[in-house]
């Protein structure tokens, strides 16, 4: 096992025609596949900061993505095929050679002066972690949250690292005009299970500290169990919404794992090298959520699956969440107050 990596190897890209491997293991070539390999930037201007969602799966029209590729290596991340458009793979370069969207934060406050935009939520990020670990550095998040702040846009941010309590300042500002959600991803509260399965995020305790830090700070907070996992994790729901409602999460969804493009074939190479007990119990439980496949492309079907394992995890969850979330709601995203040219309108 590759130590602090999800992927555990580099897939071809289907897009290019030529490929580095290495067959023969036994050889002395020099190995191709570095155990951490190093983090490398690739810096990119931005014509459009914008992505339209057009899947009625997602409440949200649109979503801004600061970086392509995250250092959180999740294994089962549906992101990791958006990574062979730009010539890299699935594997280790999505954890690795990240894109850094430079200029995102004025390409924003573009696309809002614009004479054409609609004050309308937008979803912070819904690709790939706002909040991975080379935002410590670069702040285009904390950017993004200015500018929102400035045009009084409202935000929804969904993220799994801690480093969200670092903007804590803008954050209040834009909650006191029920500008800003704040949506955490928790999957397990099992850490020997979170490192294999999602090698560079926060500690649950430490998304549960961030949990209570929002939340008493006035921000409206709440949870995505996801994805659930059926025989690695479907029953630590009840616990995982106790846990984040006491913390103070006001809301709570979930999602099963459906495995996309090259992301199987990375996960059955991860499944049977971490898990090698269950693995094919684990496959074909998720294989019969999803009509036999390991994916499910169908809107609506695809993030809640079908058959008896997706019935009992929707019980599980309903369940769970009519114990500890029914006396609590999200309050609503304000779209009334945008600032036009980002200054105080008279009339």
């Not at 009625?56 to 999740?74: A, F, R, T, V, W």
């Not at 690709?127 to 080379?134: K, M």
């Not at 993030?303 to 769970?320: H, P, R, S, V, W």
Request: glycine share 6%.
């Amino acid at each position: 096992m590759l130590k602090g990596r999800g992927a555990q190897y580099n897939p071809a890209n289907p897009f290019l025609k030529q490929e580095i491997s290495q067959t023969h293991f036994e050889g002395i070539d020099e190995d191709t596949t570095s155990e951490n390999p190093d983090v490398q930037l690739f810096y990119e201007t931005v014509k459009n900061p914008l992505s339209k969602n057009d899947s009625p799966d997602l409440k949200l029209g649109y979503s801004i993505n600061p970086y392509q590729g995250c250092e959180h290596g999740c294994i089962y991340c549906y992101a990791r095929n958006s990574h062979t458009y730009w010539g890299f793979s699935v594997g280790l370069d999505f954890e690795s050679k990240i894109i850094v969207k430079k200029d995102i934060a004025e390409q924003l406050e573009r696309r809002f002066l614009a004479q054409g935009w609609k004050s309308q939520a937008i979803m912070l990020s819904g690709n790939t972690d706002c909040y991975q670990p080379v935002e410590k550095k670069l702040k285009l998040t904390r950017k993004i949250l200015e500018v929102a702040l400035k045009f009084r846009n409202p935000i929804s941010i969904i993220t799994k690292n801690a480093l969200v309590t670092r903007d804590l300042d803008i954050l209040k500002e834009l909650a006191h005009y029920n500008l800003v959600h704040v949506y955490f991803s928790i999957n397990t509260l099992d850490e020997s299970l979170r490192r294999y399965l999602e090698a560079r995020t926060a500690s649950h305790q430490k998304k549960l500290d961030a949990i209570a830090e929002l939340s008493t700070g006035g921000i409206p907070v709440g949870i995505m169990n996801a994805p659930v996992i059926p025989g690695l994790n479907h029953h630590e729901i009840p616990e995982i919404l106790k846990r984040t409602s006491e913390a103070g999460a006001l809301n709570a969804g979930y999602t099963v794992v459906r495995l996309n493009g090259q992301v199987a074939s990375l996960f059955k190479d991860w499944l049977i090298k971490t898990f090698p007990d269950r693995a094919h119990k684990v496959l074909h439980q998720i294989e019969a959520m999803h009509n036999g496949q390991l994916n499910d492309s169908e809107w609506g079907r695809r993030l809640t699956g079908e058959g008896n394992y997706a019935d009992m995890i929707a019980q599980l969850f309903k369940t769970a969440k009519k114990k500890y979330f029914s006396d609590k709601e999200m309050p609503p995203l304000n779209t009334g107050i945008f600032r036009r040219g980002g200054n105080y309108q008279l009339f």
